[in-house]
């Protein structure tokens, strides 16, 4: 029997001497995916222990991650703390912001004495319960779905070196992808600024470990990269850079610039490192700040670019990337940034990264939609990767004449 | 063949040796230091250095001075004296160019300077200071980083450290932990307030593993540290072991506050929720939760949530593993931790003005109660530390002071029980 149902028998019950209840729908659903995790979801129930254990309050967990309290004869205010603590758990999510606004967005509270609001509640719980009811349909299927594909088991200490002997023979050449990132001016054909060459990982995954889910633990995963990197580069190696025209860039981990198969990639590069730009992860990057400044300035003297990725909306609002002093920074496009017309400090600190780095400097990416290309433009930048541009990579590149070498890379 | 820069003779070395043969022709010549590494990034590119160097040019070409571009983009234009006011409008030029610079507009603000002037005849040694200082660090930096990645410094880290950790390896030792009985690798070291006599006063103690010791117990021979990821991911194992030996043992109940290390996603863990239903919420507030940088930006997301968790509760947080590099970039304040540990390296106090400039404003900002100095295994750690407001220390050498004062006070109780037992006899 799901909480659902339990919670519409109780109503069932309640409705017969309905005095002194009511009823707190906790809107958890509504968060943003990354905030939307089982752990977390886990640990906002236990927020209530106390309440359940010293009050005549039931706690109910809906399928879709939605909260329903149900209290009787407990003071507001006494049910309030427990609400805030929620909204400062989740301070950061646009849902738990709106405590000003004329409707409080994460709680809806009914009093079951009134009968108005006693349909209203019965009319919402019973839509939870049909929810539910699709949402488990929807589990089953996936659950099957993923018995032979996805997921899987963790990767473990265990499971890691047989992984990690599988990348290091398995064929990759077919799997590295490429992406175009491009300079867009008002009024002008779009210009190539480079193309990312990366590995399509959960292409690999099916190939070196079809039945671990290589991403279960982000330190093991940056672990496999290492691997991975010298594979990208020995593959890579085999280009003829007189004859590149158009820049590329690599993903690697500090840790490899600063090894022997990059010196030897270097040699191959010669004197084409202006075409080739590096991009460098957050999490790499804080790991050794010592050693990124030192891998920086190596890279930068021998010619190549450095890009600072994998900042995203969010991250903005606690470092500004601009002291990294990388010649690129991506920042990701993300839902966050369109609702900044209610909340513009976050803005505002994009803005300060934005005119500490230079405007030349940011590359929007992940850009999958006309409106983040306009959002970026009127923000003075003018370098963007992602799906939507890749749309527009096609368009330009099937006319007639072959796309220029227009842009080198850095140049503003 | 790329052009190796580091074959062909640096700027910097020219720059010694240039300043060295200065010594015999020091009179009626002049110095001209231009600080253009404190520009802003996107004003500090190749083209802008290469621009600002280059309005030198006519000066450099009529013989009446010379040049040198160091690698942090400074420029030092050594000149003769009858030529100062055409140096002196050159570098108005270049100052001009760069008017939209903080470096520029906030000049003569604590003691920022556009540029530096120099007398060579008069101040000759602080030059050879000057540009000795910014060779060294340069080549200090160099080598440190480098050491790491020779394959003959890699050959005596094993010799002397151990085998590197691998994937299988790593499986054997978590499998030895999970049996290991890790009460006695257990080591505490006091955060301690240190005035001006050197008298440490107990905040509180963080409890940690020392993996030196679980190296020696469970795997000798291998160098748990060598891969940063497996090692990060080795932690995550520790953290649980960790938590369930504290509740097991008394260690709850050890006097005093107490901090330690621990992974976001630990917090997030049930065995952390187990730990915490054993605590009562007086206990709660005497504990401070240490988190790394890189974990906390790895999922940022959840480094919040975690933090909101436990804060709440009554905990404190402290962010670890601070250093000179990343003072500039993370912020304590931003992101809602109580406490910041700073890793002391000589190069704080190499860093100069500018570094205890920074380190200065976030303790006028945050008081003295939110910021430590750890790893302090000389009176110079502790000297620097008060020099820019810092009070609380953690570090072998704090541990000594601990020792002595301990001492200390041993003896001054000795002291007075003789002289009480004395007394009687005075009477007589």
């Known amino acids: 029997m799901t909480q659902e149902a339990v919670l519409l028998e109780k109503l069932s019950r309640i409705e017969e001497s309905p005095t002194s209840y009511f009823a707190v729908h906790i809107h958890l659903s509504q968060l943003r995916a990354s905030n939307r995790q089982q752990h977390f979801f886990n640990i906002a129930i236990r927020v209530f222990d106390n309440l359940i254990n010293n009050a005549d309050a039931i706690l109910y967990t809906m399928m879709n991650q939605d909260l329903v309290l149900i209290c009787r004869e407990v003071l507001v205010e006494d049910i309030d703390p427990y609400i805030n603590k929620i909204r400062a758990m989740f301070s950061e999510d646009p849902l738990a912001a709106g405590d000003d606004e004329f409707e409080d967005r994460l709680s809806t509270w009914y009093d079951l004495a009134s009968k108005e609001d006693f349909a209203a509640f019965l009319s919402a719980a019973t839509e939870l319960s049909v929810k539910a009811q699709i949402l488990l349909e929807e589990q089953q299927k996936n659950r099957e779905q993923q018995l032979g594909k996805s997921s899987g088991d963790p990767l473990s200490a265990k499971n890691l070196a047989a992984i990690n002997q599988q990348l290091q023979a398995t064929r990759i050449a077919d799997l590295i992808r490429q992406q175009t990132c491009i300079r867009i001016a008002p009024g002008k054909a779009g210009a190539f600024v480079f193309r990312e060459h990366f590995i399509a990982m959960t292409e690999l995954k099916e190939r070196v470990s079809p039945g671990v889910n290589l991403f279960s633990s982000a330190w093991l995963f940056q672990y496999l990269t290492e691997t991975l990197d010298k594979r990208v580069l020995s593959v890579i190696s085999r280009k003829n850079f007189d004859d590149v025209k158009e820049p590329i860039s690599l993903n690697l981990n500090i840790g490899t610039v600063l090894s022997r198969d990059f010196n030897n990639f270097n040699r191959v590069v010669g004197d084409n490192a202006g075409k080739v730009v590096i991009e460098l992860q957050i999490i790499d990057i804080f790991a050794d700040m010592n050693t990124y400044g030192y891998a920086r300035d190596m890279l930068q003297d021998r010619g190549y670019k450095v890009l600072v990725d994998g900042v995203s909306p969010l991250a903005l609002q606690f470092f500004d990337p601009a002291n990294l002093k990388p010649d690129f920074i991506k920042v990701a496009w993300g839902k966050e940034f369109e609702e900044e017309s209610t909340d513009s400090t976050k803005l505002k600190m994009f803005r300060e990264t934005v005119q500490h780095a230079g405007k030349d400097s940011i590359i929007v990416y992940r850009v999958d939609s006309e409106r983040a290309v306009k959002w970026g433009l009127s923000l003075g930048i003018s370098r963007f990767q992602g799906y939507f541009i890749d749309k527009l990579v096609h368009a330009m590149t099937r006319p007639k004449v072959q796309p220029k070498a227009t842009a080198k890379v850095g140049q503003a | ?428």
């Open chain 2, 1 to 428: 063949m790329a052009t190796q820069p580091d074959k062909l003779p640096s700027q910097e070395k020219l720059l010694i040796d240039y300043v060295r043969r200065l010594e015999k022709l020091k009179e009626g010549r002049g110095l001209a230091h231009v600080h253009l590494s404190k520009l802003r990034p996107f004003n500090r590119r190749e083209q802008h250095i290469r621009a600002a160097a280059g309005t030198f040019d006519s000066l450099i070409k009529d013989m009446h001075g010379q040049l040198f571009t160091i690698k942090n983009a400074d420029l030092f234009f050594f000149f003769k004296s009858q030529v100062k006011s055409q140096a002196e409008t050159v570098v108005q030029k270049i100052r001009f160019m760069f008017g939209d610079d903080p470096l520029v507009e906030d000049e003569g603000k604590d003691g920022r300077e556009f540029a530096t002037w120099y007398d060579t005849a008069v101040q000759y040694d602080e030059v050879v200071q000057l540009v000795q200082g910014l060779a060294e660090a340069e080549e200090k930096r160099q080598s440190e980083v480098r050491n790491r990645m020779d394959a003959r410094q890699r050959l005596k880290e094993k010799q002397k450290k151990g085998e590197p950790l691998t994937p299988s390896v790593l499986a054997k030792v978590e499998e030895a932990l999970s049996r290991a009985d890790l009460s006695n690798l257990v080591r505490r070291q006091f955060i301690c307030v240190v005035d001006s006599k050197m008298v440490p006063e107990q905040k509180f103690s963080e409890l940690y593993i020392s993996i030196q010791d679980l190296r020696e117990t469970i795997l000798p021979g291998v160098n748990l540290v060598s891969n940063r990821w497996l090692f990060q991911h080795l932690t995550e194992t520790l953290d649980r072991r960790v938590l369930s030996m504290l509740m097991k043992t008394d260690a709850v109940s050890i006097s005093g506050d107490i901090s330690f290390n621990i992974n976001v996603s630990t917090l997030l863990s049930d065995q952390f929720q187990i730990f915490d239903d054993n605590l009562s919420a007086a206990r709660r507030g005497a504990i401070v939760i240490e988190l790394q940088k890189e974990d906390i930006f790895s999922d940022l997301a959840a480094y919040l949530f975690a933090r909101e968790f436990v804060q709440t509760k009554g905990y404190r947080v402290c962010l670890d593993g601070l250093a000179m590099e990343t003072l500039q970039v993370i912020d304590r304040e931003r992101l809602g931790a109580d406490m910041a540990k700073i890793v002391w390296h000589p190069n704080l106090a190499d860093g100069g003005d500018e570094v205890q400039a920074v380190l200065k404003r976030l303790l006028e900002r945050d008081g003295p109660d939110r910021w430590i100095l750890c790893r302090c295994d000389n009176r110079e750690a502790i000297d620097f530390g008060r020099s820019v407001g810092i009070q609380q220390f953690q570090g072998r050498y704090v541990e000594n002071l601990i020792a002595e004062d301990g001492r200390r006070r041993d003896l001054l109780k000795l002291k007075r029980r003789i002289e009480r037992s004395s007394e009687p006899q005075d009477d007589e």
